[in-house]
């Protein structure tokens, strides 16, 4: 089988699957081994996620994609072990009397920079040991909050049960943030109790839906991912270098002059399109962060 060329796949996630699952698929239909994601999605959640394949897996490390965004629906009335639809209920309270002003109110109280404590069932370490390895074998769990950012939590409808309400969510935050948890958190600041019931990731940094394909469709049509300077030009400002520079930045070594632009990361191009380096500028110079082209 021919090996795919590296670069970047966004897949939209299969229910179901769980994130090394769409990683050994993508090795089998790519010919390669080397190929690794960025931001594990549960096995019930759906949607993006963004693999590297060759070299594209040491890029991965080097691309800001720190904010995500969810589409969610999180059911209120009833707590789970788990924070979501898998696992035992643990607690039920009639919810029917909720409507969208007091649950939009709750959900503002989630919003910004908080201390949230991951679900139970996280892939969390406790001693050296992912914790839902330790819940899986009857121990109770017991994780310590941490900082992560919710920058917005928007309730876009509300549908009512029997004792329950559903209510949808888009949810943008950063790395780190469990949605399950604000559900839970969300459920217990109206004093019923919550979990979530589905989610659907549909933005990693700039990478969204729009650019996904399902495993399907990589089957059918092949593994094309997208160049490594195409893919740092969505994260990054980009800089066409000369033959000189491009001479430099293959040994590795520091732009003095860097190319015009703003201070921050750039990635650095040839003429071809092909991605030279990240370099971070800073008072008119350039220095390598990561260089990706052969002297």
């Known amino acids: 089988m021919p090996t795919t060329d590296d670069g ?25 081994r080397r190929v690794g994601h960025a931001g594990t999605l549960d096995p ?29 629906t999180a059911r209120l009335g009833a707590a789970t072990s788990t924070d979501d639809a898998d696992g035992e209920t643990t607690a039920c309270t009639p919810a029917g009397h909720l409507d969208l002003d007091a649950v939009r109110t709750s959900a503002a109280s989630l919003v910004g920079a908080v201390d949230q404590v991951p679900s139970a069932v996280s892939a969390v370490k406790v001693a050296g040991e992912r914790a839902y390895a ?51 958190d969300l459920g217990n600041a109206l004093g019923v109790g919550g979990h979530l019931t589905a989610l659907r990731r549909t933005a990693v940094g700039p990478f969204t839906l729009g650019a996904a394909r399902t495993l399907s469709q990589l089957a059918e049509h092949g593994v094309q991912p997208m160049g490594l300077g195409e893919a740092a030009g969505v994260v990054y400002p980009t800089a066409v270098l000369g033959v000189e520079d491009e001479r430099a930045v293959s040994h590795g070594r520091a732009l003095r002059p860097g190319p015009p632009g703003p201070d921050g990361m750039v990635a650095l191009l040839g003429s071809d399109g092909r991605l030279l380096g990240l370099y971070t500028r800073s008072q008119g110079e350039a220095h390598p962060l990561a260089v990706f082209a052969a002297a």
Do not use: F, N
């Not at 966004?10 to 769980?18: E, Y």
């Open 44 to 72: 019930m959640a759906t949607g993006v996620l963004v693999l590297g394949i060759g070299r594209g897996t040491r890029l991965l490390g080097h691309l800001a994609l720190t904010q995500k965004v969810y589409q969610a």
């Open 134 to 184: 330790r819940v899986r074998r009857g121990e109770q769990v017991q994780l310590a909050a941490r900082p992560v950012t919710v920058h917005s939590l928007e309730v876009r409808d509300l549908r009512r049960g029997a004792d329950h309400v559903d209510v949808d969510l888009v949810v943008e935050c950063s790395s780190g943030t469990y949605v399950r948890a604000l559900a839970r």
């Open 8 to 32: 970047i796949v966004v897949v939209d996630k299969p229910a179901g699957w769980t994130s090394h699952d769409v990683v050994a698929k993508v090795r089998r239909l790519a010919g390669t």
